[in-house]
T-cell receptor, first 111, second 115 residues
Framework: AQRVTQPEKLLSVFKGAPVELKCNYS??????LFWYVQYSRQRLQLLLR??SRESIKGFTADLNKGETSFHLKKPFAQEEDSAMYYC?????????????FGKGTKLSVIP | NAGVMQNPRHLVRRRGQEARLRCSPM?????VYWYRQLPEEGLKFMVY????????ESGMPKERFSAEFPKEGPSILRIQQVVRGDSAAYFC?????????????FGPGTRLTVL
């Protein structure tokens, strides 16, 4: 069974400090990994996906198959980064529409 | 494009009543997905539908829950004889195609409270 673990329920950092939101996954096949973000009073939206290898809003995430991790990083946190962050996984083949989400990490950036 | 629309945003029901949640996908999207988020949990997949077809309902509880996506009109998630454990946020998402190559866009969710 596939599973996504986000060990931190809440993460507080000071503005300008580096941020790392942890995500570990359990999946026997070849997964696709995503980070979704939900800002206050807004809907859930895709932040980035591992196959695109992009940097969005200064965030990057590298898929580490050996450690089964997909941690989200940003070198300098901004106040507007405060939000709920969800790591998600899908199968890259059959059933690829099913997203499995972690419980989320609330990031709070302290001015 | 107004994005994925869900209504109502908040729904209160007493135990034993029926709950109907509606989802209108984004323009041009013909694939709809329903997810449920229990308190303190992540979103859990429930069902995937295309117009007039249920493709995968493996995440749906076997009893009391049903979903449809008619040829005309929104997708409906129906919960009969609600119980307190059904209290959750229900999210709908839509896409042009399958999630492997197509992004799922989420609605604002419907928060169901069962008294």
């Amino acid at each position: 069974a596939q599973r996504v673990t986000q060990p931190e329920k809440l993460l507080s950092v000071f503005k300008g400090a580096p941020v790392e939101l942890k995500c570990n996954y359990s999946y026997s096949g070849s997964p696709e990994l995503f980070w979704y973000v939900q800002y206050s009073r807004q809907r859930l939206q895709l932040l980035l996906r591992h196959i695109s290898r992009e940097s969005i809003k200064g965030f990057t995430a590298d898929l580490n198959k050996g450690e089964t991790s997909f941690h989200l990083k940003k070198p300098f946190a901004q106040e507007e980064d405060s939000a709920m962050y969800y790591c998600a996984l899908s199968n890259s083949g059959a059933g690829s529409y099913q997203l499995t989400f972690g419980k989320g990490t609330k990031l709070s950036v302290i001015p | 494009n107004a994005g994925v629309m869900q209504n109502p945003r908040h729904l209160v029901r007493r135990r034993g009543q029926e709950a109907r949640l509606r989802c209108s996908p984004m323009k041009g999207h013909s694939h709809v997905y329903w997810y449920r988020q229990l308190p303190e949990e992540g979103l859990k997949f429930m069902v995937y539908l295309q117009k007039e077809n249920i493709i995968d309902e493996s995440g749906m509880p076997k009893e009391r829950f049903s979903a449809e996506f008619p040829k005309e009109g929104p997708s409906i998630l129906r919960i009969q004889q609600v119980v307190r454990g059904d209290s959750a946020a229900y999210f709908c998402a839509s896409s042009r195609g399958l999630a492997g190559g197509n992004e799922q866009f989420f609605g604002p969710g419907t928060r169901l409270t069962v008294l």
